[in-house]
């Protein structure tokens, strides 16, 4: 069974300050997806990682695919209240297009 | 320009009912998804389509069903409402080479 794990779950940062959010699972999988959440609103896509490797980035958010390592990150640079948000991974069970997500992780960031 | 659009976007119910939630989208797109959002558990995959007439369960279908008569809708269908299925519904369509999956607005169910 595929499992995707995210950590931490909750996060509270300073403005300016830099974090990292990191999204584990235990399966073979070449795919990963990044989804941005704000608060009784829908998901909207950040980032799509398709290879080993795959680096992305846009604004002041970066991610990144080990698949070796079963491992994508997502990097805050001297963050901003506007990205407080939940962040949430998505794996697709290689072949299938079925996505399975980590649970997410909420982050708040502090003027 | 393309979209997903759900209804309703609120519902209240009570324990038996008979619910649907309607999905359509304008991207053309194969691939269509439910999925439901509960505190603590994320996003579940409930069903899912990869086209016309083809319907597959995901990880929590138990009480749940959907239909694919056309690309556009994938109406997803609660036979008798538990409170258990008191959620926010997400539909969500992916593009085919990328995967990457475009949600609507999200309907909110209330089982009483």
């Known amino acids: 069974e595929l499992k995707v794990e995210q950590n931490p779950l909750f996060l509270s940062m300073q403005e300016g300050k830099n974090y990292t959010i990191y999204c584990n699972y235990s399966?073979?999988?070449?795919?990963l997806y990044w989804y941005r959440q704000d608060p009784g609103k829908s998901l909207e896509s950040l980032f799509v990682?398709?290879?080993?490797?795959a680096v992305k980035q846009e604004g002041r958010l970066m991610a990144s695919l080990d698949t070796k390592a079963r491992l994508s990150t997502l990097h805050i640079t001297a963050a901003v209240h506007d990205l407080s948000a939940t962040y949430f991974c998505?794996?697709?069970?290689?072949?299938?297009?079925?996505?399975?997500f980590g649970t997410g992780t909420r982050l708040k960031v502090l003027a | 320009d393309a979209e997903i659009t759900q209804s309703p976007r609120h519902k209240i119910t009570e324990t038996g009912r008979q619910v649907t939630l309607a999905c359509h989208q304008t991207?053309?797109?194969?691939?269509m998804f439910w999925y439901r959002q509960d505190l603590g558990h994320g996003l579940r995959l409930i069903h899912y389509?990869?086209?016309?007439?083809?319907?597959n369960k995901g990880e929590v279908s138990d009480g749940y069903s959907v239909s694919r008569s056309n690309t556009e809708d994938l109406p997803l269908t609660l036979e008798s409402a538990a409170s258990s299925q008191t959620s926010v519904y997400f539909c969500?369509?992916?593009?085919?080479?990328?995967?990457?999956?475009?949600f609507g607005e999200g309907s909110r169910l209330t089982v009483l």
């Open positions: 969500a369509t992916s593009r085919g080479h990328t995967g990457e999956l475009f």
């Open positions: 399966t073979t999988s070449d795919r």
């Open positions: 990682l398709l290879s080993n490797g």
């Open positions: 998505a794996v697709d069970i290689t072949g299938t297009y079925k996505y399975i």
């Open positions: 991207w053309n797109h194969n691939n």
């Open positions: 389509s990869y086209g016309v007439q083809d319907t």
